[in-house]
């Protein structure tokens, strides 16, 4: 199946976003892995700039020590001078501060990114005892030692050098603003929360997009069946192509009652062709042999025998000619009497027609009044429209069985509603309802309702079959303006 263009460009954005999800993915698997050893990365970096300070400092106090020996360290001018000296080594490494140890005193202290030269600082009891013990691990192993403790949100890394015999030891410290573990893991968090946001606008924008191409998919699928079956609808969609799909099926049952239509107009139109030939053909010699049987009547009156057979005969000439009336309805040059009347005086002359018929078969016959209902109408012709309803809407009703019979007065329009009390119209009779020929009583001729609603479409009017509260409603819509 070859989608149009649309869908197709449909598809490539789907595999373009598919593509994107899975380097979101990747990436969120790199960047996580990244997190995940940047601490291990920093510790390692920090404890190498921080070993290179201890060296210097290291060689710069045994220097020192070499120049001032019989010196106490701890001497306020000593420690001015220590100071001197770590401050102008440190000034090469940023936020690391350090000094000397001399007998687990801390001398020499000073922080060159923070503090001016020569600056009394004080170094807190948790970093003074890392500093200790990590110059004791020194001493012991004769190796550079280093410490990491985590203070609140901080990470302090200390390194110190010292030897055995060497009385000062050299301490470097830095400490990493707001890199806990907890501190990782919201960032972890937070990461994964917009890596989780993206995958899932990702999936919902495919999941429309396969929607979409399946919507597609059925529509075009539609389409083909709806041109071998017209009474085919396309199945309801639940997205934004449902109105699409609506627009179709309506288009879809305004074509098929088109055709329909077109069909019995076509039929109509055959009919009317064939009724002039049918009238020259059939009503001369029916009337010549209506005047033949009246002569043998006249001949044989006196024959009792012979009154049963011409009785036979008479009816069935009558009956003919009641059919060839009929037909004569659905010629297009009939020439109609439409003005504009009061619908009343019709109905009643309607109603007084039927109720004979209608006490013969025990049904009780119910008509309404609207003096103030005025129309353009063909006299005539709406009696004798009125009349084939209210006909069977008698024969449909059982005995003391009731024909109800309402009219009313509408802006534009006047309605008149023909109901009776039998047992409905089924699904296929509503469709085949109007057309000729189509009847679904014994000896019926199925012209009854097809003249009736060509009777009144000539008036500009209209007949539809609808819901009754038990049996079968039929409404007539006579136009109360003059129609175009």
């Given at each position: 199946?070859?989608?149009?263009?649309?869908?197709?460009?449909?598809?490539?954005?789907?595999?373009?976003?598919?593509?994107?999800?899975?380097?979101?993915?990747?990436?969120?698997?790199l960047?996580?892995?990244?997190?995940?050893?940047?601490?291990?990365?920093?510790?390692?970096?920090?404890?190498?700039?921080?070993?290179n300070?201890?060296?210097?400092?290291?060689?710069?106090?045994?220097?020192?020590?070499?120049?001032?020996?019989?010196t106490?360290?701890?001497?306020?001018?000593?420690?001015?001078?220590?100071?001197?000296?770590?401050?102008?080594?440190?000034?090469?490494?940023?936020?690391?501060?350090?000094?000397?140890v001399?007998?687990?005193?801390?001398?020499?202290?000073?922080?060159?990114?923070?503090?001016?030269?020569?600056?009394?600082?004080?170094?807190?009891?948790?970093?003074?005892?890392?500093?200790?013990?990590a110059?004791?691990?020194?001493?012991?192993?004769?190796?550079?030692?280093?410490?990491?403790?985590?203070?609140?949100?901080?990470?302090?890394?200390?390194?110190?050098?010292?030897?055995?015999?060497?009385?000062l030891?050299?301490?470097?410290?830095?400490?990493l603003?707001?890199?806990?573990?907890?501190?990782?893991?919201?960032?972890r968090?937070?990461?994964?929360g917009?890596?989780?946001?993206?995958?899932?606008?990702?999936?919902?924008?495919?999941?429309?997009?396969?929607d979409?191409?399946?919507?597609?998919?059925?529509?075009?699928?539609?389409?083909?069946?709806?041109?071998?079956?017209?009474?085919?609808?396309?199945?309801?969609?639940d997205?934004?192509?449902?109105?699409i799909?609506?627009?179709?099926?309506?288009?879809?049952?305004?074509?098929?009652?088109?055709?329909?239509?077109?069909?019995?107009?076509?039929?109509?139109?055959?009919?009317?062709?064939?009724?002039?030939?049918i009238?020259h053909?059939?009503?001369?010699?029916?009337?010549?042999?209506?005047?033949?049987?009246?002569?043998?009547?006249?001949?044989?009156?006196?024959?009792?025998?012979s009154?049963?057979?011409?009785?036979?005969?008479?009816?069935?000439?009558?009956?003919?000619?009641?059919?060839?009336?009929?037909?004569?309805?659905?010629?297009?040059?009939?020439?109609?009497?439409?003005r504009?009347?009061?619908?009343?005086?019709?109905?009643?002359?309607?109603v007084?027609?039927?109720?004979?018929?209608a006490?013969?078969?025990?049904?009780?016959?119910?008509?309404?009044?609207?003096e103030?209902?005025?129309?353009?109408?063909?006299?005539?012709?709406?009696?004798?429209?009125?009349?084939n309803?209210?006909l069977?809407?008698?024969?449909?009703?059982?005995?003391?069985?009731?024909?109800?019979?309402?009219?009313?007065?509408?802006?534009?329009?006047?309605?008149?509603?023909?109901?009776?009390?039998?047992p409905?119209?089924?699904?296929?009779?509503?469709?085949?309802?109007?057309?000729?020929?189509?009847?679904?009583?014994?000896?019926?001729?199925?012209?009854?309702?097809?003249v009736?609603?060509?009777?009144?479409?000539?008036?500009?009017?209209?007949?539809?079959?609808?819901?009754?509260a038990?049996?079968?409603?039929?409404?007539v819509?006579?136009?109360?303006?003059?129609?175009?």
């Amino acid at each position: 199946m070859r989608f149009p263009k649309i869908v197709a460009a449909q598809r490539l954005q789907s595999w373009l976003l598919i593509t994107a999800l899975v380097s979101i993915v990747l990436i969120g698997l790199l960047v996580v892995d990244l997190t995940r050893n940047l601490r291990t990365v920093m510790i390692s970096e920090t404890n190498r700039s921080l070993l290179n300070a201890s060296k210097e400092l290291t060689q710069a106090g045994e220097a020192w020590l070499a120049g001032h020996r019989g010196t106490n360290p701890q001497d306020s001018h000593a420690d001015l001078d220590l100071k001197r000296i770590s401050y102008e080594i440190l000034s090469s490494y940023p936020d690391v501060e350090g000094g000397f140890v001399f007998r687990h005193a801390v001398v020499g202290h000073s922080f060159p990114t923070y503090t001016e030269p020569g600056s009394n600082l004080r170094q807190p009891a948790n970093e003074r005892d890392a500093v200790t013990a990590a110059m004791d691990e020194s001493r012991a192993s004769g190796r550079a030692a280093h410490r990491i403790l985590q203070d609140g949100e901080d990470l302090v890394i200390v390194s110190v050098m010292s030897r055995a015999d060497g009385k000062l030891s050299a301490w470097c410290l830095r400490r990493l603003i707001n890199f806990s573990d907890s501190n990782e893991l919201n960032k972890r968090l937070i990461l994964v929360g917009v890596m989780l946001i993206a995958l899932i606008s990702i999936g919902f924008v495919l999941k429309l997009s396969f929607d979409m191409q399946r919507g597609f998919a059925s529509i075009q699928a539609g389409l083909e069946r709806l041109r071998t079956d017209a009474g085919y609808r396309l199945p309801e969609q639940d997205h934004e192509l449902n109105s699409i799909v609506r627009a179709i099926n309506s288009m879809a049952e305004g074509r098929q009652e088109l055709e329909a239509d077109l069909r019995r107009e076509d039929r109509l139109r055959v009919m009317g062709r064939v009724v002039a030939g049918i009238a020259h053909e059939i009503r001369n010699p029916l009337n010549s042999i209506r005047l033949t049987i009246r002569m043998l009547a006249r001949r044989l009156e006196g024959e009792p025998a012979s009154r049963e057979p011409i009785a036979l005969v008479t009816g069935e000439v009558d009956r003919l000619d009641a059919l060839l009336k009929s037909l004569l309805v659905f010629r297009t040059d009939a020439a109609e009497k439409i003005r504009q009347q009061p619908v009343q005086p019709i109905l009643d002359r309607t109603v007084a027609l039927v109720k004979p018929h209608a006490e013969e078969h025990g049904v009780r016959l119910d008509a309404g009044r609207c003096e103030e209902a005025l129309a353009f109408v063909d006299g005539d012709y709406l009696q004798q429209a009125l009349m084939n309803l209210m006909l069977n809407a008698i024969d449909a009703s059982s005995r003391e069985g009731v024909v109800v019979v309402s009219v009313r007065s509408e802006p534009g329009h006047v309605q008149l509603e023909i109901e009776d009390s039998g047992p409905g119209l089924t699904p296929e009779q509503e469709e085949r309802l109007f057309e000729a020929f189509y009847t679904t009583k014994p000896g019926g001729t199925g012209l009854g309702l097809a003249v009736t609603r060509t009777l009144l479409e000539k008036m500009g009017a209209r007949v539809e079959a609808v819901r009754g509260a038990s049996g079968a409603r039929f409404r007539v819509t006579l136009p109360a303006e003059q129609p175009a």
